[in-house]
C-alpha cells in the first residue's frame, strides 16, 4: 500500500515542524504556511495544519493583505476551519495590521550618569528593600531593556553574576549599567557593592562586554562609580 501524502507535522522531522523551526532556526526562517500553521494549532485527520494553511492562501493568491480581508464567515467554509481557528486567524492578522500602523518606540540614548538615574529612579528609589537591576544597551548606548537582577533586604541583596551575563547574552546586549538602591538614603558605596563591582567588570571583559556604570540611587539622590573615579 503506498504511503499517503498526507503526514500529520507530529510525524515530521523535528527540524521541519513550525514550532520548532521557529525555536531552532527563528521566526524569519518560516513560510506565511508555516505561521498560519502555528496560528490554526492542528490540521484534520485527513489534512496537516501545513496542508490547510497552504489550502487558505491558494485563494487569496498567497497574499496576505487579502487575506485579511475575509470574514469569519469566509475562513469557515474552509474545512478543517471552525469559529475558533477563524477568530484565532483574524486576530493574528489584526495584529499584524495594528503593528504596521503603530509607530516604533523610541528607545533612550545614555549619555551619562544622569540619563541613567533619571531612568531607573521612579523604579527604585522609594522602595523599603535593595534591588539590584541592570540596564542593557548596545553599541550605540541605546536602552534595550532594564532587568531586575535582585531583591534582598533593608541593607543588602544579593547578587547572581552568572545570571546578569546570562540575561546580557540573551539580549545581545553591548554595554551594562549596574543600577542597585539604597533604602536608608546613604550614597556612600559599602565594600560589598566595590568588590562585586571589580567582578562583574573583570567578568565582563572576557565577553568583550563593557560595565560602563555602577549606579547606587536613594532617595536624596544618585552615586556614580564612573563619575567618583572607581570604575
Do not use: C
Not at 513560510?31 to 490540521?43: K, Y
Not at 567588570?201 to 539622590?221: C, F, P, Q, S
Request: charged fraction near 25%; hydrophobic fraction near 40%; avoid cysteine.
Amino acid at each position: 500500500m503506498p504511503k499517503s501524502s498526507i503526514e500529520s507535522i507530529k510525524s515530521w522531522a523535528e527540524e521541519d515542524r513550525p514550532r520548532e523551526k521557529m525555536l531552532l532556526k527563528g521566526r524569519a526562517s518560516l513560510s506565511d504556511a508555516e505561521l498560519i500553521a502555528i496560528i490554526l494549532g492542528s490540521g484534520s485527520r485527513d489534512e496537516s495544519a501545513v496542508a490547510l494553511a497552504k489550502r487558505v492562501l491558494s485563494t487569496v493568491d498567497h497574499n496576505l493583505h487579502e487575506l485579511g480581508k475575509l470574514s469569519l464567515t469566509d475562513l469557515m467554509q474552509f474545512k478543517g476551519i471552525g469559529e475558533a481557528k477563524a477568530i484565532s486567524i483574524a486576530a493574528a492578522l489584526e495584529i499584524g495590521r495594528r503593528r504596521s500602523i503603530t509607530a516604533p518606540q523610541t528607545k533612550p540614548i545614555i549619555t551619562s550618569s544622569q540619563d541613567a538615574y533619571d531612568l531607573i529612579k521612579s523604579t527604585i528609589s522609594d522602595m523599603a528593600h535593595e534591588e539590584m537591576w541592570v540596564i542593557l544597551l548596545n553599541q550605540g548606548n541605546k536602552v534595550i531593556k532594564k532587568v531586575k537582577m535582585s531583591s534582598g533586604g533593608s541593607t543588602s541583596t544579593i547578587v547572581d553574576i552568572k545570571m546578569i551575563f546570562k540575561v546580557v547574552i540573551e539580549a545581545q546586549a553591548q554595554n551594562i549599567i549596574l543600577v542597585h538602591n539604597h533604602p536608608s538614603g546613604s550614597l556612600s558605596p559599602s565594600r560589598a557593592d566595590k568588590e562585586i563591582t571589580a567582578k562583574i567588570k573583570e567578568a565582563a571583559k572576557y565577553l568583550d562586554l563593557n560595565l560602563m556604570d555602577h549606579i547606587i540611587v536613594a532617595d536624596t539622590g544618585y552615586y556614580s562609580f564612573v563619575d567618583e573615579g572607581i570604575l
